[in-house]
Structures are given as structure tokens and as C-alpha cells.
């Protein structure tokens, strides 16, 4: 399973983007999908995760109230929307899936991941 994550770019604070994450094929058996971002010099963080039904959706403290994650299993695409966004939001965005049940803020329980989409919010 390939993951195409897109949709990031340059915004000013206070401004909003839509990233989308495709997978390359139907999948039948995955389990949850999650967003993680990784700034210049830091670890790769969790930011935001949900299950295959839509019915658990958890995200970091930082972006609870900006950003919703979401996903439409028709085009096997997920997606993240974030507003009111801050330069501390600035980093590499990747999508992840997982086939089994996780923790979902733990990367290395994710099974497949995208390349990443870059965002920079400028002050």
C-alpha cells in the first residue's frame, strides 16, 4: 500500500489548510489512520488519529480545537483540517496507517506511511 499525502504549503497564523492523505489501493482490513508531524531537530509527534469507522478520533492537546481529522473510506483518502494554525504548527506532516489495533500516538505501531506533505505557517 502506497500513502500520498498532500495539500500542505506556505500560510500566514491564523490561516487554515486541508491536507489529504490516498491510499494507492482499496483496503479492506485497515485499522486506524493517523497523522504525525516532524519539525527541523525534533522527534516525529503524533498529531492526530482515527479509527477505520470514524468512531474513535483522538489528537494531541496542541491542536485539539483546530485541527479534525477525518476520512471517507469510498476514495480510501483521510484527511486533516487545520485552522487557526501557528508557526509552532511548522513541519513535515505524514499520514500513517495501521492494520491491528494500536496505540495510536506510538509511531512504530503504524504499518505504512506516506512521504509527507511540508507546512510552514509564517508569524
Known amino acids: 500500500v502506497q500513502l500520498q499525502a498532500s495539500g500542505g504549503g506556505l500560510v500566514q497564523a491564523g490561516g487554515s489548510l486541508r491536507l489529504s492523505c490516498a491510499a494507492s489501493r482499496r483496503t479492506f482490513s485497515i485499522y486506524a489512520m493517523g497523522w504525525f508531524r516532524q519539525a527541523p531537530g525534533k522527534e516525529r509527534e503524533f498529531v492526530a488519529g482515527?479509527?477505520?469507522?470514524?468512531?474513535?478520533?483522538i489528537y494531541t492537546d496542541s491542536v485539539k480545537g483546530r485541527f479534525t481529522i477525518s476520512r471517507d473510506n469510498a476514495k480510501n483518502a483521510m484527511y486533516l483540517q487545520m485552522n487557526s494554525l501557528k508557526p509552532e504548527d511548522t513541519a513535515r506532516y505524514y499520514c500513517?496507517?495501521?492494520?491491528?489495533?494500536?496505540?495510536?500516538?506510538?509511531?512504530?505501531?503504524?504499518?505504512?506511511w506516506g512521504q509527507g506533505t511540508q507546512v510552514t505557517v509564517s508569524s
Open positions: 500513517a496507517i495501521s492494520f491491528k489495533a494500536l496505540h495510536y500516538i506510538d509511531p512504530n505501531e503504524y504499518d505504512y
Open positions: 482515527i479509527s477505520w469507522s470514524g468512531a474513535t478520533t
